[in-house]
T-cell receptor, first 116, second 109 residues
Framework: GAVVSQHPSRVICKSGTSVKIECRSLDFQATTMFWYRQFPKQSLMLMAT?????????EQGVEKDKFLINHASLTLSTLTVTSAHPEDSSFYIC????????????FGQGTRLTVV | GQNIDQPTEMTATEGAIVQINCTYQ??????LFWYQQHAGEAPTFLSY??LDGLEEKGRFSSFLSRSKGYSYLLLKELQMKDSASYLC??????????WGAGTKLIIKP
């Protein structure tokens, strides 16, 4: 299957700093990438959908100025958590799909963010 | 609104069979997925159903009834490594994945 690489896998940062998470499709071109966050013992919560070359579409309740998404190429999307606070500590996962009608979503390994 | 329901937690015995149910109400349907997720890891793809019926893949099978808005994941010959959360997800009319809350499966020796 297709491979999506997410980096870093773990990051600890100080409150008030910004953290960038990268999501790369290694062997295919991802027209659409998705960013999720997951709190312990809860399901995936979609934060935003990013399409290459256009602005991301954010889900209701997700602050676009806090969670900056850039999908600069067909193989790379980045999520930047700006001015991070302890409540932003979570598991962030990206996924990518091939085209609109593609079947499975391919997931990155996830990033465990801890803000201290 | 869109809704996917699955049991929160199930317990089964090693070597046995377990069925995890999923019911959905979505705006449109473009396929149903089952994913396995171990704690602290990303989900991994298990199965995809878009037509009614049973799809078998080794020890895992998935069933779909579109008229009933119902699916199940059947796990046979359970192994300890099958202890994980199982997520049901449906692609709606916009091809967006709608996720269930997941079923935590506990396997006991």
């Amino acid at each position: 299957g297709a491979v999506v690489s997410q980096h870093p896998s773990r990051v600890i940062c100080k409150s008030g700093t910004s953290v960038k998470i990268e999501c790369r499709s290694l062997d295919f071109q991802a027209t659409t990438m998705f960013w999720y966050r997951q709190f312990p013992k809860q399901s995936l919560m979609l934060m935003a959908t990013s399409n290459e070359g256009s602005k991301a579409t954010y889900e209701q309740g997700v602050e676009k100025d806090k969670f900056l998404i850039n999908h600069a190429s067909l193989t790379l999307s980045t999520l930047t958590v700006t001015s991070a606070h302890p409540e932003d500590s979570s598991f962030y996962i990206c996924s990518a799909q091939i085209g609109d009608g593609g079947t499975e979503a391919f997931f990155g390994q996830g990033t465990r963010l801890t803000v201290v | 609104g869109q809704n996917i329901d699955q049991p929160t937690e199930m317990t089964a015995t090693e070597g046995a069979i377990v069925q995890i149910n999923c019911t959905y109400q979505t705006s449109g349907f473009n396929g149903l997925f089952w994913y396995q997720q171990h704690a602290g890891e990303a989900p991994t793809f298990l199965s995809y159903n878009v037509l009614d019926g049973l799809e078998e893949k080794g020890r895992f099978s998935s069933f779909l009834s579109r008229s009933k808005g119902y699916s199940y994941l059947l796990l046979k010959e359970l192994q300890m490594k099958d202890s994980a959360s199982y997520l049901c997800a449906v692609k709606d009319s916009n091809y967006q994945l709608i996720w269930g809350a997941g079923t935590k499966l506990i396997i006991k020796p």
